[in-house]
């Protein structure tokens, strides 16, 4: 009952927990979800908001980043998606969604936690794809731990490198080639605002990509460069099922305790990305956390 309650649902009526029991290693694979995550967004209608444009989107194979990269993409935009290599398998489904859309698709495997990395995949998506007009700082690394104790130092560095370093150091290399009208936009997270008792390294680094937000806006405004972040309730990921400190009883009832009683799927993000990016819609917003947090309140 539990599947099919989460499966047989129409673009209007998400799915809701509870889902099938389930736990994935990370990185986590989104065709191996079930119910598998909504990115097609099939009651958007796209007004070529991002016509010719170039974005970078980190995380860019699944979850959220893949629901953005098919969105630009279907509103005009060429996309370089990154990803671990042990992701390709949902790289590709993400590539094709995105050449049916006429949209190149540049694909740039690696690790954010190599500085390198971080410079070469800017270097790479400006010389195969001519410019880089908006840059998506999406993927993220978290474990829930039951008590701080249980924090290690080898954990804390990873996902402060992912989250955070990756960001610092893609906006840096980015703010290169980026021209007036250029927009960067973070992933943040409700933890960010609220902070989350499990998963405190998470939620701090998510705080610092608000901060470091903010600060970088007021340091770019006078180029005419826009940066903005998203702060997202629950969604339905990979990144949560492969969450090394969440049971697969937990994930089955993933996002019941929000507002709306579900997890968003990534298809209900995806719009606030598109918004944030097109010049059209926001260009007097800069600086700011945008959130999308299923009807959670919060200043900040």
């Keep these: ?6 499966e047989n649902q129409t673009s209007t009526q998400q799915p809701r927990p509870p889902f099938p029991q389930q736990h994935q290693t990370g990185p986590g694979i989104e065709s191996k979800l079930r119910p598998r995550p909504k990115y097609a967004a099939e009651d958007y209608r796209p007004a070529n908001k991002l016509r010719d444009k170039v974005a970078l989107i980190t995380g860019g194979d699944s979850g ?5 990269a098919v969105m630009f993409a279907r509103e005009g935009a060429h996309v370089a998606i990154s990803y671990l290599p042990e992701e390709q398998s949902d790289a590709d489904e993400t590539r094709a969604a995105i050449e049916r859309e006429q949209r190149q698709c540049l694909m740039l495997p690696g690790d954010l936690t190599d500085a390198r990395f971080c410079d070469e995949i800017v270097e790479a998506t400006v010389s195969k794809l ?4 908006v840059l998506v700082s ?26 955070v370093y990756a960001y610092i150091r893609l ?11 250029g927009v960067i936009i973070a992933t943040s997270s409700e933890t960010g605002i609220l902070g989350s008792r499990k998963l405190p390294d998470y939620s701090a680094t998510k705080g610092a990509i608000n901060a470091f937000t903010k600060s970088l806006a007021q340091d770019v405004v006078e180029r005419g460069i826009r940066v903005n972040a998203i702060a997202p309730g629950p969604v339905w990921t990979p990144l949560n099922p492969s969450d090394a400190g969440a049971t697969a009883e937990k994930v089955a009832k993933f996002g019941q305790d929000s507002p709306m009683e579900r997890p968003a799927q990534p298809e209900e993000l995806a719009p606030a990305y598109v918004f944030l990016a097109s010049n059209a819609d926001s260009s007097y917003i800069t600086g700011t956390v ?7 309140t919060a200043g900040g």
Aim: net charge negative; glycine share 8%; aromatic share 2%.
């Design 1 to 6: 009952m539990a599947t099919q309650n989460a």
């Design 64 to 68: 959220i980043g893949r629901a953005v």
């Design 130 to 133: 001519g410019r880089l007009d």
């Design 138 to 163: 999406n993927a993220a690394h978290q474990n829930r731990k039951e008590k701080l104790e249980d924090l290690t130092d080898e954990e804390l560095e990873e996902t402060f490198q992912t989250n």
């Design 171 to 181: 906006a840096r290399a980015a703010l290169q080639k980026m021209q007036s009208g």
């Design 290 to 296: 945008l959130q999308v947090m299923g009807g959670e």
